[in-house]
């Protein structure tokens, strides 16, 4: 399977790019980062700065505050369908 990681943190993907050891202090989140993307045939890591990425802060936001996860595939739950119309323009 491939996969494409985005996300907003300019310096969390560009260690998840780097080869090298990270020594910083978020070297658990890094190494957790590389582990996983091993598991894919392919995994690609992508800066996304948030300006253009609402839909997946609000699904992060709704569910750190709900306690849930989702897998998303062909749906979009209810309260971030707007956000998502926002940004296919």
């Known amino acids: 399977m491939d996969t494409e990681v985005k996300g907003d943190a300019l310096t969390v993907i560009k260690k998840l790019l780097h080869e090298r050891e990270d020594k910083s202090e978020i070297v ?3 190494r957790d980062g590389k582990c996983l993307g091993k598991q894919f045939r392919t995994c690609i890591f992508k ?3 948030r300006t253009v990425n609402d839909v997946t802060h609000l699904l992060a936001t709704e569910g750190l505050k709900i306690g849930e996860q989702w897998c998303l595939r062909d749906e979009v ?3 971030d369908r707007e956000a998502m119309e926002r940004d296919r323009r």
């Open 28 to 30: 658990v989140l890094i």
């Open 47 to 49: 800066y996304c700065p």
């Open 77 to 79: 739950p209810k309260f």
